[in-house]
């Protein structure tokens, strides 16, 4: 109780404020037990959910909240494709105002050829897109600017302007400066999304498994023509 209240205010509490938690706890106890006797827990679906819910979360305080080096690795050796890494590019973008590759299209493209650095890049079309991008995975370029643009990323040659491509903004003239392809991470690059993950396998297991403990105290019939009876709606139950 005065846990709880040094924790929220970061001091302890007075003694007219403890006799108040006391007076709210006791007050609460009574309305607790009253509104059991009166099978009130039954008839509400909101706290039926809330008591199962705490229920799932027994025996949590059973699992380490950090596991040591060795399991964490093991598992994420059998895990690896799930935390398989994005292909990453580092890129140019110049959005050009056609809407359409036409034969001005190779003569631009050589023109920007000849002047590769990027003080030296006559600028696109003015847009809120950011010209130049470092390490963007193809997750994100997807996101931002569609699935045809990300998938050029993958085949245009390093350190050359390509293009026009399209996006869902229009056209673009691109230059890739380093593409790095999809990896496995090291254990050190994603410790903490491994570690989450672990913790979230086991606390799902161990739910599992004091359910089926927990059920075999029940005898549970199903209605089996119940179960399989056609969905009656509404206008039929009417009639």
Request: hydrophobic share 35%; glycine share 6%; proline share 4%.
């Amino acid at each position: 109780m005065t846990t709880e209240f040094d924790r929220v205010w970061k001091r302890s509490p007075t003694r007219d404020e403890l006799r108040n938690l006391v007076e709210q706890w006791v007050r609460e106890e009574i309305f607790y037990r009253e509104g059991l006797a009166l099978g009130l827990d039954r008839k509400d679906s909101v706290l039926h959910q809330r008591v199962a819910r705490r229920m799932g979360y027994i025996g949590e305080e059973l699992i380490e909240p950090t596991p040591s080096l060795t399991p964490l690795k093991a598992w994420l050796t059998k895990k690896a494709e799930g935390y398989r890494l994005d292909p990453c590019f580092s890129f140019r973008q110049l959005h050009i105002n056609s809407t359409s590759r036409g034969a001005a299209d190779e003569a631009q493209v050589k023109a920007l050829q000849q002047a590769p650095a990027m003080s030296e890049t006559p600028a696109g079309e003015a847009s809120l897109l950011l010209a130049a991008r470092e390490d963007a995975t193809l997750s994100d370029v997807r996101r931002t600017f569609g699935e045809e643009f990300a998938e050029s990323l993958k085949s245009v040659a390093i350190g050359e302007w390509a293009g026009p491509v399209a996006s869902g903004y229009g056209l673009h003239f691109v230059r890739v400066d380093s593409r790095q392809a999809s990896r496995l991470p090291e254990y050190d690059e994603g410790r903490k999304i491994v570690v989450r993950g672990y913790l979230a396998e086991r606390r799902s297991g161990l739910k599992e498994r004091v359910y089926a403990t927990l059920q075999e105290r029940y005898a549970i019939v199903y209605e089996v023509n119940q179960l399989l009876a056609p969905v009656v709606s509404g206008e039929e139950r009417v009639q």
